[in-house]
């Protein structure tokens, strides 16, 4: 399954640096393209960066099953999270724009929705001989507005702030969070 993972990462990783090689991170020292696995990070109490495609890992089901001595079709359900609050002047008037690039961006590097399994333990990789597949993201929004440093005061439900209002000027941040599932057989021995 870990081949799989990584495959699916390499890919977008690499399709992002070639879309936009602007829309990086600096992480542990180092500049990159802006796709992170949650799990492969160190932990820390700084939340997620703004403009960057998050993976998470979900569950891995059979999906077919096995005939003839074959393993099974597995779906292993994936989640990318990416929020911005906009980049001009930190007022966030344009933060829709920013989420619908980055919406645009996740689009094109899922594109097409294949891509070759390597095992990534080994430099180079090696091309284990099969595919991995998955289905295009499904967007949802996950919008709430917050105040910073604070817990959050109203929820955006579609353009409308619900809840009470403050003297204060709320940050507003707009996340999305897209899931899609990915196909693979697992390797022998795993």
Known sequence: MQSAKDSFYVALRDRLATLNPQR?????????????????????AAGPLPE??????????????MRNGQPPLLGLECTISYWTGGL??????????VLSQLDSELLAICSPPSTSK???????????GTKILWTLPELRLK????????APLWTVM?????????????????ERA???????YPEAGS
């Open 158 to 174: 579609g353009d409308q702030l619900i809840g009470s209002p403050s003297d204060s000027v709320p940050v507003i941040r707009l």
């Open 143 to 150: 919008t709430q507005a917050q105040l910073q440093g604070a």
């Open 178 to 184: 897209a899931s899609l599932t990915i196909f693979f």
């Open 24 to 44: 990086t991170v600096f992480l542990n020292g180092v500049t990159r393209p802006a796709v992170i696995v949650v799990e492969n990070e160190y932990i820390t």
């Open 52 to 65: 960057a495609f998050y993976l998470g890992w979900g569950t891995a089901q059979p999906v077919a099953p």
């Open 118 to 128: 390597c095992d990534c333990s080994q430099t180079p990789p090696a091309d284990l």
């Open 88 to 97: 001009v002047d930190k007022q966030g008037v344009d933060r829709g724009r």
